[in-house]
């Protein structure tokens, strides 16, 4: 298996962890079933008879979708690599 073969392969499993990831980030949830009122740092809503954190859900999707964008720049980078010693 030659260098430019491994480097597409490193490029495609990249970019099928950030699309897992990015998937993920637009699933998560955060339920603030402990919580009673809203605080000021948060906004809790209700939501199916539950507390829902909508600022904690939109920081762990912020937080998911970096890590995505991390795994879809490396893959970026990758397939150029291996487009330029092709």
Do not use: H
Request: hydrophobic fraction near 55%; include cysteine; glycine fraction near 6%.
């Amino acid at each position: 298996m030659t260098f430019s073969v491994l480097v597409n392969e490193a490029s495609a499993l990249c970019a099928f962890v950030a699309a897992g990831l990015w998937l993920y980030s637009a699933r998560i949830e955060v339920w603030a079933d402990d919580q009673s009122a809203p605080r000021r740092d948060n906004m809790v809503i209700l939501k199916g008879g539950r507390m829902y954190d909508v600022t904690g859900t939109a920081q762990a999707q912020s937080r998911w979708s970096a890590y995505a964008a991390i795994a879809a720049a490396l893959a970026a980078v990758l397939q150029g690599l291996a487009s330029i010693i092709g």
